[in-house]
């Protein structure tokens, strides 16, 4: 179960990063009335039949996690959206092939309706591309959730990849590079947050971008 919308993000991110992907892009942009979130990723992308069933909650290959008897990210990230009127787009690539499932994507969730997602192609080779909006007003939309923590998580992964971070709120607009901030703390050549201080410092930094 996701109880906030950065645990659902984060699984969502975390997917990217198990799909090989070598550069992925989050966007998290905030106002007083909505939350929106784009995770793009280079990595293998998706058959039109796999959208499909990944988009099932009751469908899991058993092997991304075995002890999971139903797939939970995409599913939920789709529950979510509709449950609290916002909206929600897929589009991914594979072989040259683009998919696309939730076509009508708004960029508010006040539209009453919205533009179609497909309207521009992935500039990869491959990989997959999502994009949702929750509306903050709705009753039932979860609790954003700790968004330093969230950052953190999915810049301290295992793997070697890029991750551009971007944040949006009303006053202002911050970008986070991976490999800028493991060049800052001394970690280019390990690759990975491995020392206990350079995560201290980390998570230091990404709070002080809330104040």
């Not at 929106?36 to 280079?42: E, L, P, R, T, Y």
Request: aromatic letters at 8%; a negative charge; proline letters at 5%.
């Amino acid at each position: 179960m996701h109880y906030t919308l950065c645990d659902l993000f984060s699984d969502l991110t975390q997917n990217a990063i198990e799909a090989n992907a070598k550069v992925i892009k989050v966007e998290l942009s905030q106002s007083s009335q909505s939350v929106a979130i784009s995770i793009v990723d280079d990595g293998a992308g998706m058959t039109r039949e796999t959208l499909m069933r990944a988009t099932d909650p009751f469908y899991t290959d058993g092997k991304k996690h075995p002890g999971r008897k139903i797939g939970l990210g995409l599913p939920f990230l789709i529950q979510t959206a509709e449950t609290c009127g916002g909206s929600w787009g897929i589009r991914t690539k594979k072989d040259g092939v683009t998919a696309i499932a939730g076509t009508m994507y708004r960029e508010n969730p006040a539209e009453k309706s919205g533009r179609p997602f497909g309207d521009t192609e992935i500039a990869t080779p491959s990989g997959t591309e999502i994009r949702c909006i929750f509306d903050l007003t709705n009753i039932d939309t979860p609790p954003i959730g700790d968004v330093p923590g969230y950052f953190r998580q999915i810049l301290t992964f295992d793997n070697e990849y890029e991750l551009i971070a971007t944040r949006i709120t009303p006053s202002d607009t911050t970008v986070i590079k991976r490999s800028e901030i493991l060049e800052a703390l001394g970690l280019s050549d390990e690759g990975s947050f491995s020392d206990a201080n350079a995560l201290a410092l980390l998570g230091q930094y990404l709070e002080s971008m809330e104040e």
